[in-house]
């Protein structure tokens, strides 16, 4: 069943919700479900809401700076950082979660980290552009790895198992979005290995010098929203199925 934490939620967001709702309406001639899909929409896309339901999950595990770490055998970073490669040579296109490469990069340029780890996509492309740039910002090549394809955050965590295992790791700084590090910790729980959280990447940001404007609906406050609510989603999913 490993399609339907990626399949289910799409009817359980504010979009999938909204055109559910909209199409009833319309085949049963019900106003009042067109009207609920208007709330629906416009609840959705208030800043006030999506940072509402982000904040717990940033929260779970708080920001710290790379001076507090103590040194572990490696950093994972996880991957949706790049946007899809194109081919080798081209300016690299960095996604919204570009912060994970850079929290990475400093673990190891500091010292705080042996090696710096990632992981590939089916194709494999993404772990090792992310390699390639590391090597850019003057990480050795020996200190980095790719350590197996990944299509999801289970089989990231599955990658490091075996990693842990072949090579000894006994404790790892794992870096990814504050708003995905809940799930993330839960599904990387590895016998015998320490995994230390380092949350970046933050969404949830009241408008402090406007606040009413947090009131108002935006298609960013909208995506925020469905990025909070895949998580919580996730979270459930992965308490009742495991990996």
Request: glycine content about 8%.
């Amino acid at each position: 069943m490993p399609f339907l934490n990626k399949l289910l939620p799409v009817f359980m967001l504010p979009v999938g919700v909204v055109t559910l709702l909209v199409v009833l309406g319309a085949l049963k001639k019900w106003r009042w479900m067109s009207l609920l899909a208007a709330a629906a929409l416009l609840g959705g896309s208030l800043p006030f809401a999506a940072n509402a339901l982000l904040r717990p999950l940033e929260d779970a595990y708080p920001a710290r700076s790379v001076g507090t770490l103590a040194p572990a055998d490696a950093v994972l970073v996880l991957g949706g950082i790049m946007s899809p490669v194109r081919e080798t040579g081209l300016t690299t296109e960095w996604g919204e979660a570009v912060e994970r490469f850079e929290a990475g990069v400093n673990i190891v340029q500091l010292d705080k980290a042996r090696r710096l780890l990632f992981t590939g996509d089916r194709r494999g492309s993404e772990g090792t552009a992310l390699q390639r740039e590391a090597h850019l910002r003057g990480v050795p090549p020996e200190r980095t790895a790719v350590i197996g394809a990944a299509g999801n955050t289970a089989d990231e965590a599955g990658q490091l198992r075996r990693h842990c295992a072949e090579h000894g790791l006994k404790r790892v700084i794992l870096v990814t979005s504050a708003w995905h590090m809940p799930r993330a910790v839960r599904l990387f729980r590895i016998p015998g290995v320490e995994i230390v959280p380092f949350p970046v990447d933050y969404r949830s940001m009241p408008n402090r010098q406007l606040p009413y404007l947090d009131y108002l609906p935006t298609a960013n406050a909208l995506e925020k929203t469905e990025l909070a609510l895949r998580e919580c989603y996730g979270i459930a999913y992965y308490s009742l199925f495991g990996r």
